[in-house]
């Protein structure tokens, strides 16, 4: 009878077994990981095969192990001799020793039962834990100690008597002097007047600086040559003038109060009744600041009173900054807004202008402005010749 393509690959490795050993199994390994893909790469339902074939020989390992471990008593032979006493009472002998092996199971202490080879704790990482735990120790017994120590040191630290009020702060230099202030009371006084205005001169004076300046760089000082005792005393260099930038008092510059004028004058001028109209309604108006200004709309374009103003006016401003300029109140002008007094035959013509606009055939929408642009000639010619007759 034929053999089976597995019976013959069974022979074939068997065969390779006895010929090469570990070497061909060494072989077998390597081709066989050539081709493995790991289980990341496949899809869901091949993982899952896997998976279920691992478990199931995983399971399969592991009854061989327990059956391995279980009791295999070793049964004594039928053929051994038996000997009869001399009351007649038959006995076996044998001369090979009978083995029984029992399956012990170590417990782990945790109440499981230990299944699989003993674990070896690192003795390295031991010793690191164990040396971790002594530093540990050894600083909290410093930071004691420094505790210790630096509660000693205040301990041992004088109290400072310095004095802090201006009458103890005099006392204290009259005695250094050799003088006793209970003798001299009016010199006490003095000094004591003086320590206490230039305190407050120094902490609550708004001035402070630039009045003790004064005194420090005045004649008096000079003259009696206290210019460094006054440095010393207020902490300001003496080399310093009135005229220093850190003592000059903040003014306005002339280009500030130039445009402050300017601007100004664009107000008044576009509030000007002939150059803007006021709303009369109440709730036409708008929060400036904190106060509320009335809704004012020009009567024409801001181009146009720029010229107006130009002319009027001696300053010289640009189209930009007089639109700048111009304050929140005062909105600009709308020949096609109802809020401008104009006549039905011009509004009609204002929204008729804007209609045209809309459908790209004009491109503006002041009444004024289209008819600049589309003058009419005839017209025009016939009041020219008129003139000229």
């Known amino acids: 009878m034929a ?28 081709r066989v990981r050539a081709y493995y893909t790991p289980t990341d790469l496949l899809s869901n339902e091949e993982q899952d095969k896997r998976r279920s074939k691992n478990r199931k020989a995983a399971q399969k390992f592991y009854k061989k ?16 001799p038996t000997s009869v006493d001399e009351n007649g009472v038959s006995s076996t002998t044998s001369e090979s020793t009978m083995t029984v092996k029992f399956p012990f199971q170590c417990d782990t202490g945790s109440g499981n039962k230990y299944k699989g080879g003993k674990k070896r704790a690192s003795r390295a990482l031991k010793k690191s834990y164990r040396k971790i735990e002594t530093l540990a120790g050894e600083n909290e017994t410093l930071k004691r100690k420094l505790k210790t120590t630096q509660k000693r040191l205040q301990r041992l630290k ?9 009458k103890s702060k005099t006392d204290v230099l ?17 000094l004591v007047y003086v320590n206490e205005e230039v305190k407050h001169a120094i902490q609550h004076s708004s001035n402070a600086k630039e009045s003790i300046h004064k005194v420090v760089s005045g004649k008096v000082i000079n003259r009696c040559r206290l210019k460094s005792f006054m440095q010393k005393v207020t902490s300001l260099n003496r080399q310093k003038t009135l005229s220093s ?5 903040p003014k306005k510059t002339k280009l500030k109060e130039r445009s402050e004028r300017l601007k100004a004058d664009v107000i008044t001028f576009l509030s000007r009744d002939d150059n803007s109209r006021i709303l009369p309604g109440k709730n036409d108006a708008v929060k400036v600041g904190r106060n509320k200004e009335q809704k004012r709309v020009l009567n024409d374009y801001l181009h146009n009173l720029h010229i107006k103003y130009r002319a009027e006016s001696n300053y010289k401003i640009s189209l930009a900054s007089f639109c700048r300029l111009r304050p929140k109140h005062i909105t600009l002008v709308n020949f096609a807004s109802r809020s401008i007094c104009l006549c039905i035959k011009h509004q009609n013509f204002s929204f008729k202008l804007r209609t045209l606009k809309n459908l790209g055939l004009s491109t503006v929408t002041s009444p004024d402005s289209f008819v600049e642009i589309y003058k009419d000639e005839k017209g025009q010619n016939g009041r020219n010749a008129a003139r000229n007759s």
């Open 158 to 166: 004088p109290k400072s008597s310095s004095p802090k009020t201006p």
């Open 65 to 80: 192990q327990t059956s391995d471990k279980s009791i295999q008593p070793e049964s004594l032979s039928n053929s051994e």
């Open 245 to 249: 930038k850190d003592m000059r008092t």
């Open 174 to 190: 009259l005695r250094q002097s050799g003088i006793n202030p209970q003798k001299v009371p009016e010199i006490r006084k003095r």
């Open 3 to 30: 053999k089976s393509k597995s019976e013959r690959m069974k022979e074939y490795r068997a065969r390779k077994k006895e010929k090469l050993g570990d070497k061909w199994l060494k072989m077998e390994r390597n």
